[in-house]
Structures are given as C-alpha cells and as structure tokens.
C-alpha cells in the first residue's frame, strides 16, 4: 500500500473505545438535548477548557467555579461569545457538585485538586474531564478509578492527542506490523524554559480564597511562585514537568510500542516491571523542588519485553530528532517519529515508508467526552484504561527521581515491592483538614 493510500483510508478505533459503561449508570438521560457543564477553574489551560466546552453546540457551560475572582472576566466573555449566554459565577467548586441540573463538570484545576472534584463529581452522579495527570500521587489516581467504575461514569483525561487524526493514523500505520520486532520507544521534551527566580512571600491578591487553593496541600505562605501557572514545579502542588508535559509524549510513546508489538503477536504492553531514573535540578538556580534534567528508564517485562525511555531537558535551545517534544518507536525494520503535528515512519536506508499530519486541537477530544456521555461508551482516553495507567508511569518516575533508586513495581498492586519508603510517596503523608481524599 502506497502512503498516501494509507492515509486516506486508515481510520482507527482507539483501543477501548467500544466497551459499554455501566448500563445502570445514575444520573438524567442526555440522549436528546444539550449537554450542561461546570467547569471547576478558569485560568491557564482551564481557559482553553471553558473556551472549547463552550463553542461545543452539543453542551452548554452553565456555570464557572475559581478560587480567584480575577480569573472570571476572560472566562465569562469567552462563554457570552460563544454560547450567546452568560455563565453563573461561584468560589467554592463544591456548589457545582451539588447543582443537579448539571451533568458534567470539567476539572482544570492544578494537580493536586484534580482527585477530590473528580470523586465528588463521580458520587454525586457527573460525567467528569479531568485534566492531566490524573492526580496528584498514585493513591488518588487509584480512588479516582475506583469512583468511576463504582459510579457507573464516563471519565476522560485531558490527553487530548488521543482523538486527533494524526496520532490515531500513526496508529494504524503501526498496526500494520511495518516496524517488525519493536522492542524499544523513547519520549522526550527539549524545550527552553526560563528561570522561576527567588520572589518573596506576600499577601496573595485581593479577593483570591487562597486557603481554599491551597485545599488538601500542606499551610505555607503565599508566593507567585507557587500560585498561578507556576504551582507545577513543586512537590506539594504539582507533578513536575514529567506530569506536565511529559504525560502526553509518554501516552504516545507507550501506546505506539504496544500498537507495534502487537501487529507482531505480542502481549499488550501494560504497565512496566522496573524504573530507574538519572538526572537533578542541575541547570536553574531557582526555586523550582522538581528537577530540570531528567531521564527515565522503563523496563517491561513478561514474554515480550520493551524498554521505554524518558529524556527531559527543559533548558534546552533546540529540538531532538526534529521535534521540540514527540515519541519514537524503534523495530528492527523500521522506526517511526512522532511529534506535535505530523509523524513519519522510516525503513532501510532511511526510507520513507508512510507519514501524516494533524495538529493538536482539544476540540475533538471534547466532542468525543460528550458523545461518550450519551452513548455511556468509554472516551478515548478513558481514565481506567488510559489516563490512569499513562499517569503512573509519571508518579512513579517522579517516586524513582524523589528515592534515588532502581524500584520494582508491582502492577497488579500499584505498589513498589519490598520498599517502604518508595511506598510512602505513593500518597501524601496527610491531607489537610477539613479535606480529605473521599473514600469510595
């Protein structure tokens, strides 16, 4: 089959997709009218949520909860510009929960606040998008999943290459079997990032709740810095850059070595035996707790085993195998690249065998978590079977990078075998009250 061939005809089923959920499901029936959201969060990528949910004719967003008021106008105007209509304002996202005329809510929150919301809303009978990682740790990741399936919901983790056309041909592509044995894949993010700088402690802004932001992380003083779009580089707020970007190229690369060892009669990949990590905060001088240079080794055992690679640098002026961040697998007949926009695949003496291209809109990704919530189909990256298990390998390379050590990890358990102390950070060591992790 010639490449262009291919392209025009592969149209793939993402792995999934077709499983039923609970047909007893509570909540209304959506089957016949628009679809009401809440959207817990309106800045950074919560925006861009608000903005897609909200130009969605199949939804309508009735309803915005932050924590800084501040954050509102864009929001608001993004809602009344799309819709034609204006969205209820509150601070607390709980009366969003409690609101039974909604049937979703949309959490764009920082990490850690992605586990309560999303538990809550699963209990009180929502639908739930939740962005990336899924949580904050493996244990609320672990509860999050739990509420899904206990609740019969529909749960879609905000990666969103999973519903566009280039990766989902990619693929196909290798399904195929074109690669031969693939026994190899590699991630990576080499983007430039600059300095957080050392800014003092402060009041935080008038009108903001910030105790109500700080939720279930440890009482510290308000700082920029760990405030808004830059709580990701620390421990109590965040997951690093392995969580924030790295998520997705790590979902890409492990779903296309699976794809590829599967074409050849292997077993789906799941979750790795082994992880190990090398690198520190070697490069900014700064108040960033995650490091700056990373590389994480993943080793699957089992009767096919694959290694999977991280490689993380983001100091870095320029790009890697031609993509600033992407994914690559490796077979002995073939390789193919995989970046934000388009991917090509290569054969002996470097040629080209198929490529494609697409970019990385969410709105596809959106439309797929409101068809599934009428269809009650799991979405393409439904949180048990994908956003969860393409989490992990984020939680535990972040354990590994925090222990300083090879770990095994036990899949089944989700627990590190015979190490105490990797164990302990699999969750924090308390949850500030009044808030705790809900039981399911």
């Known amino acids: 089959m010639q490449r262009r061939e291919f392209l025009a005809s592969s149209a793939i089923s993402v792995a999934g997709a077709a499983s039923l959920m609970a047909a007893d499901a509570p909540g209304k029936s959506v089957a016949s009218e628009r679809i009401r959201v809440g959207c817990i969060g309106t800045g950074g990528r919560a925006f861009s949520l608000v903005n897609s949910f909200s130009r969605n004719k199949n939804c309508e967003v009735v309803a915005l909860a932050d924590i800084d008021p501040g954050k509102f106008g864009a929001a608001v105007a993004a809602v009344e510009k799309n819709q034609g209509t204006k969205p209820q304002t509150v601070g607390d996202f709980r009366k969003l929960i409690d609101d039974k005329s909604l049937d979703a809510i949309v959490v764009g929150t920082p990490d850690h606040w ?8 699963c209990m009180a009978g929502k639908d739930v ?63 430039k990032q600059g300095s957080i700088g050392f800014p003092n402690d402060r009041e935080p802004p008038e009108g903001v709740d910030y105790d109500m932001w700080l939720g279930p992380a440890p009482k510290q003083p308000f700082n920029p810095n760990r405030f808004h779009g830059r709580w990701r580089w620390f421990y109590d707020f965040g997951t690093g850059d392995l969580g924030n970007d790295g998520v997705h190229r790590l979902d890409m690369a492990a779903w296309a070595l699976s794809a590829a060892g599967e074409a050849n009669g292997d077993e789906p990949l799941g979750l790795p035996t082994t992880v190990s ?164």
């Not at 992605?114 to 809303?121: D, E």
């Not at 592509?173 to 991630?187: D, I, M």
Request: hydrophobic share 35%; proline share 5%.
């Open 114 to 121: 992605h586990a309560i919301p999303t538990i809550l809303g």
């Open 129 to 191: 998008y939740v962005e990336k990682p899924d949580g904050h740790n493996i244990v609320e990741g672990q509860r999050m999943v739990a509420a899904m399936r206990k609740h019969g919901r529909v749960v879609q983790m905000g990666t969103q290459a999973r519903s566009t056309d280039r990766m989902r041909s990619a693929i196909e592509f290798l399904r195929t079997g074109a690669l031969g044995n693939s026994l190899v894949a590699t991630a990576w993010e080499s983007s």
């Open 277 to 440: 990590t090398g690198g520190g905060k070697w490069y900014f001088d700064d108040m960033q707790e995650w490091p700056d240079c990373l590389q994480v080794t993943y080793e699957y055992g089992g009767e096919s085993p694959k290694l999977l690679t991280y490689e993380m640098r983001i100091w870095a002026p320029y790009n890697f195998l031609g993509e600033s961040e992407g994914a690559a697998v490796y077979g002995d007949k073939g390789y193919i690249i995989i970046g934000n926009t388009s991917w090509k695949a290569f054969g002996p003496n470097n040629k080209v065998l198929a490529e494609g291209a697409g970019g990385n809109d969410e709105a596809e990704h959106v439309q797929n978590f409101l068809d599934c919530i009428k269809s009650r189909k799991r979405p393409n990256a439904d949180l048990e079977t994908v956003g969860h298990p393409s989490s992990l390998l984020c939680h535990i390379g972040n354990v590994a990078s925090r222990i300083g050590r090879k770990l095994t990890f036990d899949a089944k358990t989700e627990t590190f075998l015979n190490d105490a102390e990797a164990n302990a950070l699999r969750t924090r060591p308390e949850y500030r009250k009044p808030w705790v992790l809900p039981e399911v």
